[in-house]
């Protein structure tokens, strides 16, 4: 049994932990902090779950605790995973700091990066493509939620190197803005449909750009490194009016001519025994994949104009943050990569 801790917990993504840990059968759930509820029992910010355990300061949370999730807001990971690190605890990171190299990190999210040493120390969890990094990882760099769908949309096309132009328009439920963010009250965003931040505006573009150029750089065979070629692609996210979910809709200009079987064959070999991809024919809905691990990708092959339109689905709250989270978790110890995680979504 690894002894947990989660720091954040009463965010979305800690409550996502909470009951994913909770459930896990090799954890054991040593401690859990909120800034905002501190002194004040679990069952305060989650009147859902029965349980009159008090949220803990960090320290306390994290005095028997081997492993710690950090469900906290950007910009603060980075000055608490140093310090549990040395202590020889291992961090895996929900937040944005350590996705990017530093001088990536400061430009995107205008801050400055207080522990730019550690970055390389830092692997980058997205399972499917880059799982031979995670074996033993101390830190794990939880990748962002648009990021996780749009990556795993356009990975099997880029390693084919079949990608010319990418335009990718996405959607997401309103937590994907967190518990505490401004202009998602009710009001304003029932009956209501946005884009916001386009033109290279939102910081996941830079994260998906170099995730595509580690997958160029590996070619069809999604396990080593080489020199990443990163190449600017079009990123428009959308906010609409339900909880949770992301839909990406990424649309690739083809740099030669492929089949729509061919196509079909391209991702099926490429995410051959993935636990939680899920290649379908039928289009993806969001609710499909809500509350489960799993990514629904179908892809399209236009060929008036020659494009192929692909089309990935997940839940924000789990495989866009804590259940890949977890997923990681079970990869860095060796547990079986499905452990505590559903393949399945929750209809309706």
């Known amino acids: ?5 989660i720091l954040g917990a009463s965010g979305y993504g800690g409550s996502e932990l909470l009951r994913l840990l909770g459930a896990h059968p090799e954890v054991e759930l040593v401690g859990f902090s909120s800034r905002a509820y501190a002194g004040r029992p679990l069952s ?5 779950i029965d349980v009159d355990t008090p949220f803990s300061e960090v320290e306390e949370a994290v005095a028997e605790a081997e492993l710690v999730f950090m469900a906290l807001p950007n910009g603060i990971s980075m000055e608490l995973s140093p310090r549990l690190l040395e202590e020889g605890r291992r961090v895996i990171d929900l ?12 430009r995107w999210y ?9 970055y390389e120390e830092a692997r980058y969890g997205l399972v ?3 799982r031979a990094d995670l074996p033993g990882a101390r830190l794990v760099a939880n990748p962002g939620c648009y990021v996780t769908a749009a990556t795993l949309a356009l990975a099997p096309l880029v390693a084919a190197g079949l990608d010319g132009e990418i335009d990718i328009s996405a959607m997401s439920g309103v937590s994907g803005a ?12 029932n009956e209501n449909l946005k884009p916001y931040k386009p033109a290279g505006e939102h910081r996941h573009t830079a994260e998906i750009e170099l995730n595509l150029a580690r997958v160029r750089a590996q070619g069809p065979e999604p396990r080593t490194h080489g020199p990443a070629r990163e190449r600017p692609l079009v990123f428009t996210p959308h906010l609409v009016p339900m909880t949770r979910g992301i839909l990406v809709t990424a649309f690739v200009t083809l740099l030669r001519q492929v089949t729509a079987d061919g196509l079909r064959e391209l991702f099926a070999d490429f995410y051959e025994n993935e636990p939680f991809v899920r290649l379908t024919a039928e289009l993806p809905q969001t609710k499909g994949t809500y509350g489960s691990n799993t990514v629904w990708i179908s892809q399209r092959l236009d060929e ?3 494009r192929v339109v692909v089309f990935a689905a997940i839940d924000n709250l789990v495989k866009g943050a804590s259940g890949q989270a977890v997923q990681n978790m079970n990869v860095v110890y060796g547990f079986p990569e499905t452990a505590g995680l559903q393949t399945h979504g929750i209809w309706p």
């Open 1 to 5: 049994m690894v002894r947990v801790a």
């Open 304 to 306: 008036r104009t020659g």
């Open 128 to 130: 499917e493509l880059f």
């Open 44 to 48: 305060a910010a989650w009147p859902h």
């Open 178 to 189: 967190g518990r505490d963010a401004g202009g998602t009250a009710f009001a304003e965003v």
């Open 95 to 106: 937040s944005g700091d350590f996705r990017l190299p530093p001088a990536v990190f400061e």
């Open 110 to 118: 205008g801050m400055e990066h207080r522990s730019p040493g550690w």
